[in-house]
C-alpha cells in the first residue's frame, strides 16, 4: 500500500475535456467550440494592437520591488474606473477596496474566501446555469450554494419571473453572483429595465450583488455600454463587489491579470477590507506577477493605447455579431425549419445552440465539431472559413 492509493483522478473539466477531444482528432478541417476565447479567420489566437503597443512602452521599464506597489494601486485604480466609471464618486473618494488577482478565477477566489471568513454562515446564490468553476470555486471556499433561475429553455431567453421570485424568497441580505453582461453559458443578459428592477428589489431585500465581468466589451462592443447593470445598481445606491478578468477584452488569456474591488461606505472600511483581502491573498501565492498588470495598467491609462483598444473591443464583438448572423442566415437558407434567432439575440462569445447532447456528440463524431454538451457554441471559434460548414453541419444534426 503507498500514500496515494485512495487519490482517484479528478473529475475533468467540462471545456478542458473538449480541448482534448478536439487535439486527438487527426481531421484538417476540425472547429473547437468549446473553450471561450477569440480567434482570428485561421482559428489562431491573436495578440491584440494595444498589446504590442504597451509591450513597446514599459519594455524600458525595470520591475524592481520599489515599483511594483505603484503599478499596482494605478492598475487598481484604472480597472474600478472601467466598471464603476470614469467620474465616479467611489473611485474618486477611495470608498473601495481593490486588489490585483489572479484573472477573473482568481478575483471570485478571493471574494469567496473573504465570504466565508467574515460571513461564515452565508450562502452564494449563482444564476441557473452559470460558468461550470462558479460552483467549484465557492465550494473550495466552503460556502454553500443555491441556484436562482435564469434561462428559459423554451424562449432560449431569461426567464425574468422566476428571476425575481427566487431573489424575493432569498434570506435578506444573500450574496448572489451576477454575470453584468454577455452571460456565460447562455448569452442572455436582462435588459435595461429588467436591471433596473433586479436592483430595486436587491435594495428591498438588501442582497449584496457580486459581479462577474469576465465580457466587458463583448456585449455590445463597447466597454460603458456593458458596465450598464453595474451603474444601475451604482446609482441606486448598493454596496458591490466586482471580479474582472482581462483575459478576453484584451486577449491576455495566458497572463492571468484580473482585479477584485468590493465597494465600501467609507475610506476606513476600505482601508480594512483592503488589508484582509492581501492577507487572503498573501497566504495563496503572495501578490501577482507584475508584468500582465503594468500591460494592462498602460493601456488603460495610455490615452492613445487605449482608444486603439476600444477599437479592437469593437472589431471583436461585431465580429462575432457578423458570425451569429451568418450562422442563422445560413441555417434558414439551408430550409432549416427549427427557430434560430435566438442565435442572434443573444450575446457575446457564446450561443447558447439548445442542441441535445445526442446532437453534440453527432457533431463531434460525423463532423469533428467540438463543443461542451450543453451545447453551448463559443463564437469566437467561428470563423468566416468555418461558418457554412458548421451551419450545414449543424443543420444536418438537427433536420
Ligand atoms: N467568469 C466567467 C463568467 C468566465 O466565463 C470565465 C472564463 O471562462 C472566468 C470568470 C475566468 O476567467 P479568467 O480566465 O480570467 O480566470
Known amino acids: 500500500c503507498s500514500w496515494w492509493d485512495h487519490v482517484t483522478p479528478a473529475p475533468k473539466d467540462p471545456v478542458n475535456a473538449v480541448t482534448e477531444a478536439f487535439l486527438a482528432d487527426p481531421c484538417p478541417y476540425k472547429i473547437n467550440l468549446g473553450v471561450g ?46 466598471v464603476y466609471g470614469e467620474d465616479s464618486d467611489v473611485v474618486k473618494e477611495g470608498r473601495f477596496a481593490g486588489i490585483q ?42 460556502v454553500p450554494e443555491r ?36 452571460h456565460n453559458p447562455t448569452g442572455v443578459d436582462p435588459s435595461d429595465e429588467q436591471w433596473q428592477q433586479i436592483s430595486s428589489l436587491f435594495k428591498v431585500k438588501n442582497h449584496f450583488p457580486f459581479f462577474d465581468v469576465a465580457y466587458q466589451g463583448f456585449a455590445s462592443g463597447d466597454l460603458e455600454r456593458d458596465a450598464r447593470a453595474i451603474r444601475i445598481f451604482l446609482e441606486d445606491g448598493h454596496l458591490i463587489g466586482c471580479a474582472q478578468s482581462f483575459a478576453k477584452n484584451m486577449g491576455l488569456y495566458g497572463h492571468r491579470v484580473g482585479c477584485l474591488s468590493v465597494l465600501c461606505n467609507n475610506k476606513i472600511q476600505a482601508v480594512a477590507i483592503k488589508s484582509q483581502l492581501q492577507q487572503i491573498a498573501s497566504t495563496m501565492y503572495g501578490s501577482p506577477p507584475i508584468h500582465g498588470i503594468a500591460l494592462v495598467s498602460k493601456i488603460l491609462s495610455h490615452p492613445d493605447i487605449r482608444a486603439i483598444w476600444h477599437k479592437e473591443v469593437k472589431f471583436m464583438a461585431t465580429h462575432v455579431q457578423r458570425m451569429r448572423a451568418t450562422v442563422r442566415e445560413a441555417l434558414e437558407k439551408l430550409g432549416s425549419p427549427l427557430n434560430w434567432q435566438h442565435i442572434t439575440n443573444q450575446v457575446g462569445m457564446f450561443c447558447f445552440s439548445g442542441l441535445t447532447p445526442n446532437e453534440v456528440d453527432l457533431l463531434a463524431k460525423e463532423f469533428h465539431i467540438y463543443m461542451t454538451k450543453d451545447g453551448r457554441i463559443s463564437m469566437g471559434g467561428v470563423t468566416a472559413k468555418n461558418v457554412d460548414y458548421l451551419a450545414n453541419a449543424i443543420h444536418e444534426v438537427t433536420a
Open 101 to 142: 488577482a489572479l484573472s477573473g478565477t482568481g478575483a471570485c477566489r478571493l471574494f469567496a474566501e473573504f465570504q466565508k471568513r467574515f460571513f461564515p454562515d452565508s450562502r452564494i446564490y449563482l444564476p441557473d446555469p452559470t460558468w461550470s468553476n462558479h460552483h467549484n470555486i465557492w465550494r473550495d471556499a466552503h
Open 147 to 182: 441556484t436562482f433561475h435564469y434561462y428559459h429553455p423554451d424562449s432560449k431567453g431569461l426567464n425574468f419571473v422566476a428571476l425575481m421570485d427566487d431573489v424575493k424568497n432569498a434570506p435578506d441580505g444573500s450574496f448572489f453572483l451576477l454575470h453584468p453582461c454577455a
Open 37 to 82: 476565447a477569440y480567434r482570428d479567420d485561421e482559428g489562431k489566437p491573436i495578440v491584440l494592437q494595444c498589446v504590442r503597443e504597451a509591450e513597446g512602452k514599459i519594455a524600458a521599464t525595470n520591475f524592481l520591488e520599489s515599483t511594483s506597489t505603484a503599478v499596482s494601486s494605478k492598475f487598481v485604480e484604472e480597472s474600478a474606473k472601467l
